[in-house]
Structures are given as C-alpha cells and as structure tokens.
C-alpha cells in the first residue's frame, strides 16, 4: 500500500520517518537485480548504500522529502578497468538533482503556466528557493527552445521594455520583445538583450529563409534601431509605424511647449494656480470626448496663459495628427500626411510642432502604411503587460537568461503536452 501511494516505478518503500519534523521522509529503494559490470560483464556487488535526500510533493499537506536508499555496485574483479558506479534512474531523479523529477515538472508548471512566484512553492515544497528556480530553469528550458513552438508569421512586432536598473547610479538596461502581432494571434516569439538593432537583427537571422519570407508586415514604434532592422535582416517587409507611438509623440510635443511657454510667460514651472498648469490634463484629452464645460474651461485657460497662441497650435497640431487614423483610403492618407508634415513646418509654428512636422514626413511612408496593412503594437504592448506582472511577482531579475526563460513560459505559449516527456537540462 505505501508503494501505491509512493507511486513511483520499481520502487520499495524501506519506511517512513515522521518525528514532528516539518516534513514527511520517506525512504525508498530500487528494486532491481544485480547489473553486469560495464567493463568485464560480471555481475556487480554491492559496495554501500549512499542515501539521497530529495524533494518531493506535498504529501498531505506537509513538505515531503524522497529519501532514496542508492546501490553503489562493484565489479567483483579487482583487474577490471571499471571498479565503481553509483546506480541512477531519471524517472525518480535526475542524475544530482536535489528534486524529484515529478516535483520538478510540478514545478515548473506552477511558476511558469500558473505564474506563481518561486519563493511562493519553496514554501510549499519546504525547499530552498534556489531549487526551485533550478528545476524551473532545467525543464522549462526544453519547452522555450522547442522549435515548434514558433509557428508561421505574418506582422512581426518589435518594442522595448525595461529589464533592470544596475549599480550605484541604477543605469537602466532594457530588452527587446519580438511578438507575433498577426491578427487573432498573439505570442511572444522571444526576448533579446538590449533595444539597439543588433539582437533582434541577430536573431532574425537565426530564423529559417521560408519563415522570414512569410513576413509581411513590420510593427515599430518610431525607433531607429528597430527600422534599421527591418531595413537590414527583412528588406522586402512592409514597415508599419504604431499608431499609438505617433499620437504619444503629438502629446508629447505638445506638452514640451506647454512646459516652455509656461516658463516664458512667469518665470517659474508650473504651479497649481497657473492657466497652463490646469489645462495640462484637457490638453492631452481628445477633443470628442472634452463635453461643453470642459472645453470652454480649456479655451479660458489658453486665453489667460498662452498670450502668443503657441499651445493652442500645438493643440491643433495633435488633433490633425489623431485624424490620421480616421482616413481609409490609403492613397488620400498619404497625400494628407505629406502635406501635414510640410504644414507643420510652418515659420509660423512653434518649434516643437515643427520637430513634429519633420518626423512625420521622415517617417511618411511607414505612417501611410498602416491603412494598408491594419496592423499595430497592440499585442505587443499587451504581451508587454505579462511581462511586467512576471516582474513584479518577482520583484526584479538579476540573470537575464532566468527572466527570459520566466517570462517565455508565462507569454511564450509553450507546449505544456510535452512537460510529461522533456528531458531537463
């Protein structure tokens, strides 16, 4: 009966010690014949019995601990080349594994499908957190690499997110996640160091010829580094600008002015009494959505704080730029943008919408395009937002080959079918 509730292979239940101690030890043993010696043939003896403790599952709602009884055999021939080896069996254990091979594949289960922290099941395991994280990282790594797990792609999507901060100073270093941003499916393809153009182009060219080729579309926000990729590794692709990043940009610039003529026209940053300083919230607003209160209370502000007119052109200057999005023909788009961008480089504009105008046009055609292909970093941002929630679970990373593999087993879409089977590394 022990061995049924053991339930492990060839297994014999020796006995079970439990002294009040926090958890339950069970000591086990192979139930196997004598092997033949490697090296002559001989049947083998036994030399001792080395005891393994290892960790199990609960048992009852107690922490578990598999105490397995070794056979370490001999070769009865003192001229035979091999004297000694320790017995093993990977369906109880990995070969200096300190976790049972069924505790670790519930493991990894937990902490990377359920997205449990792994302080939280080292407690319920009643281990050490570093074991845990080890059997986490030694089968969860078979599932991130199964080169079954990328299927075809026909938008690929590229943004950055913050990784760390490090050292005195806290220098932020940041990654790059590649996302399968193809309409009604979302995945985290992977997640390279750094947001320059070298990791994401180095791991596009890892990929095979015929799953590049299916690439069609290329979502970026307004980045250099990320078009410098595209332009590199996927030339044939068409590049489309995010949406979101563009009217972010209006905002912003509209906000730099907002900031500048404030401290031109009283000296100081804003205050809570200042006009400018409490319309900075109905600035940002769309217009259809400001009701008439509000938008009276917007045009009195401006009124009182800005004598020159220069926010209220960069006002207009980002509602122009939202109604981009409200066109649907792409070609009269494209003429609408070339001529937004010569317009907003008016001698008469601010400065701010000015540098606005200059990127809109740098970055006409990638703008145009999205009304063809349809397509943004929304996913991406979304699969952005798992990411964070497996960081602050965490609360911060040190090893970024830990937080890629984390965040790929709770975004990546793994195969958890083949967690029965993957052997761990």
């Known amino acids: 009966m022990c061995e049924l509730l053991v339930g492990l292979p060839m297994i014999g239940v020796l006995g079970i010690d439990d002294d009040g101690a926090a958890a339950v030890a069970v000591h086990v043993e192979l139930m196997v014949e004598s092997p033949p010696c490697p090296g002559c043939g001989r049947r083998a003896w036994v030399k001792d019995r080395p005891m393994v403790e290892l960790v199990d599952l609960p048992c009852f709602g107690r922490p578990a601990r598999l105490v397995w009884h070794k056979h370490r055999w001999r070769c009865p021939d003192d001229r035979c080349a091999v004297m000694s080896w320790t017995g093993e069996d990977a369906r109880i254990a990995p070969a200096r594994g300190a976790m049972t091979d069924r505790a670790g594949r519930w493991s990894c289960a937990q902490v990377g499908r359920l997205g449990r922290t792994v302080a939280e099941v080292a407690r319920e395991l009643g281990c050490d957190w570093h074991t845990v994280n080890d059997a986490v990282i030694a089968y ?25 901060r490090r050292g005195r100073w806290r220098t932020q270093q940041w990654c790059t996640s590649i996302v399968d941003v193809s309409p009604g499916h979302t995945q985290l393809l992977d997640v390279v160091a750094g947001r320059s153009a ?5 791991w596009l060219e890892g990929r095979p010829k ?9 979502v970026l926000d307004l980045s250099g580094p990320y078009r410098k990729t595209f332009d590199d590794t996927l030339p044939d692709v068409t590049q489309v600008a995010d949406p979101f990043h563009l009217i972010r940009l209006a905002n912003t610039k509209l906000d730099e002015c907002r900031r500048r003529v404030q401290n031109e026209t009283v000296g100081h940053r804003g205050r809570k009494d200042d006009a400018l300083y409490r319309a900075r919230r109905l600035l940002t607003k769309a217009h259809e959505r400001l009701d008439e209160r509000g938008e009276q209370k917007l045009v009195g502000l401006l009124e009182a704080g800005d004598p020159r007119g220069e926010v209220r052109t960069a006002w207009h200057a980002k509602e122009v730029v939202r109604s981009i999005y409200e066109i649907a023909d792409p070609q009269l788009a494209d003429e609408f943008v070339g001529q937004l961008g010569a317009d907003l480089q008016d001698a008469s504009c601010p400065v701010e919408v000015r540098s606005l105008g200059r990127t ?11 009304h063809q292909a349809l397509v943004s970093n929304g996913p991406t941002e979304a699969v952005n937002n798992l990411i964070k929630r497996i960081k602050r679970i965490g609360f911060g990373f040190r090893r970024f080959s830990h937080y890629r593999i984390r965040v790929l087993l709770y975004a990546g879409r793994p195969n ?3 967690l029965r089977n993957v052997t761990p590394r």
């Open 140 to 164: 969860g790594t078979p599932l991130v690499e199964d080169h079954d797990r990328i299927g075809a792609v026909s938008a690929l999507g590229l943004d950055e997110t913050l990784f760390c």
């Open 198 to 202: 070298t990791g994401p182009s180095r």
């Open 210 to 218: 015929a799953w590049c080729e299916a690439i069609r579309f290329g």
């Open 360 to 370: 809109i046009l740098r970055w006409r055609n990638q703008i145009v395009a999205w």
């Open 416 to 418: 958890w079918e083949l």
